[in-house]
């Protein structure tokens, strides 16, 4: 379950001051898949990575699990990342100079290369039809491919949570909705909650929950 | 992560090799300054291990070539127990040699006296001939001289041959190859015959060669020499009258008739200078001082010092550039890779593992760069001896060659902890979203 209440986000830039959110306050439910819409600079971004324990809120606290995410320790912080929550992000954000194989092992490289993750590492990509690309490097893959493993990246580590930014945004239909495909499948099989921030929302089911902000304000959800 | 710092500098080729090439260029000639000050401590070592001997020298004298003695205190020397052989040496630089000028290397005449030397149970000279003999008796008030390896392959000379030393002609009798540049600068030749060139009279000797028995401790018996000299001085020289006449020019007969005409005047006496009485030179100290091998360690490892600390000035210039190339390199690299690091953190990485990456890639330059620089500035070592083996003595051991190498990762490390910490304190989000 994530709580948010009543946080803001502000950024300081100089002597003037932006203010992203604006006192959002919401709830989502464990094994949801939800959706953050709204226009551009409405903050749906900053909201899931604020969400992420990427950054911390200026007021106002994220739970997860109970747990608030701006009262946790550094260490605390980068422990939830690397085991509970994956991220995929609109421009794939791969590391050019690693193989395929190894942007999926990324979060387990400062404990070494296990070789139970690495085959668990090649299972996976098998799985989502990149078998035969595992030690290609990004610039050799195509943008749908690259997506993959991003999410590849994000699920090895079973998370319970995955945050989604844009994910089809540099993507054609087609392969915008196989990477759905490919996250509804890891939600139903795993019971995964999954948060995407998406301007399109062909890809938004009746079932899914729909947070819909516009100037840092919630008006749906 | 290894593979992945690797595989990051490798992705920047060429930044990457300037980085390693500024610091090969900064550790290559770290080591090579610094081999010059083991080449002294390597050739003072390897010298002095082999001479088990002490020198007697006039107090004060740097080197056995400024010092002056009577020769008479030689058997007084001999007396005292613990004294196995004293050998009297006399030392002067060569200034001609086959009518060249000799400055660099320089080049020394060094007496011996054959009936005391050849007494002596270990000589460094006589142990290392390699061509030819040694001096003896019979070579006594003769022309023979025994020359170094070095020397008679400079002159292209061998036994046999002979050479003009100040304007006199000296037969070869021998080669001898000591491997010390302190030592192979010398041409061995009677001592009478050294004086005979340097115009010295039979009382005066540089300074005594002792080799001690065995029966007695060392450091009792230097002490025992000092203390029989005590409160004597080494009076000022004046020759006779009529050597000093044959001192002056010309045969003796016309000095002696161009004094008796009038022509020639003596010289002025200078018995009449005044004893100085100045604090330390009225304390009561020996006029004589006996070096030891460790003494003539000492007295390197204080010049050696001196070397070390402008060795270390013209290296840290060196250093600081190289340093300052590896911050630019990987500052540069931060800012490239910004998003790079938010993604690692947002999978989980802690600062600290973006620190240990930086570091790593930044050690890595160091290590690279500091082995290739470490291998040239060996290298060069090596070819610096060979091309120069009489001028220069240049040596990289294995302590400094390990040395230059930690030293050089520790600059790699130091080098990439800034930028680090930059790339470190960065908000994931910012990061990303720079991207």
Redesign the interface.
Known sequence: MIQINNITKTYQQGSSQTQVLRGISCEIPDGEFAFIVGPSGSGKSTLLYLMGALDAPTTGTILLDGQSVSAMSPAAADALRRKQLGFVFQSFNLIRNLSALDNVLVPFLPDGRQPEMQKQARELLSSIGLGDRLHHRPSQLSGGEQQRVAIARAILKQPRFVFADEPTGELDSTTGQKVFDLLRQLHQEQGTTIITVTHDERYIKATDRIIRIEDGKVLEG | ?F??AL??L??RPLRSALSILGLAVAIGGMVGLYSIAGGIDAMVSNTFKQIPGVLVQQRGAPLPLFSALPSAWGAEIRKIPGVGVVDPEVVSRVNLIDGETIISPPRFIVGLDMHHRLKLKRDIFRENIKAGRFLNDKDRATNHCLLSEVIAKQLKKTVGDTLSINRYEFEIVGIYNTGSMMLDVNILMDLDVVRSLVRMDADTICNFYVEPDGTRPAAEMEAQIEETFMGRDVDVWKPSALMELGLSGGTSATNILDALTGKKEPAPDASGLKKSNAKNDVEEKSPVEVRSAEDWSERFDEFSGDLDIFLSLMTTIGVVIAMLSIVNTMMMSVTERT??F??????????K?IV?LMTLESGLLGLIGGSIGTFIGWLGTLVVNMLWSDRLNLYAGPQLLLFSIVFSILIGIFGGMYPAWIAARM????S??R?
């Open positions: 992560m593979r992945f595989g990051n490798l992705s998003t790079e938010g993604i690692l953190r947002a999978n989980g990485w802690s600062k593992n240990q908000s994931p989000m910012e990303i979203r991207g």
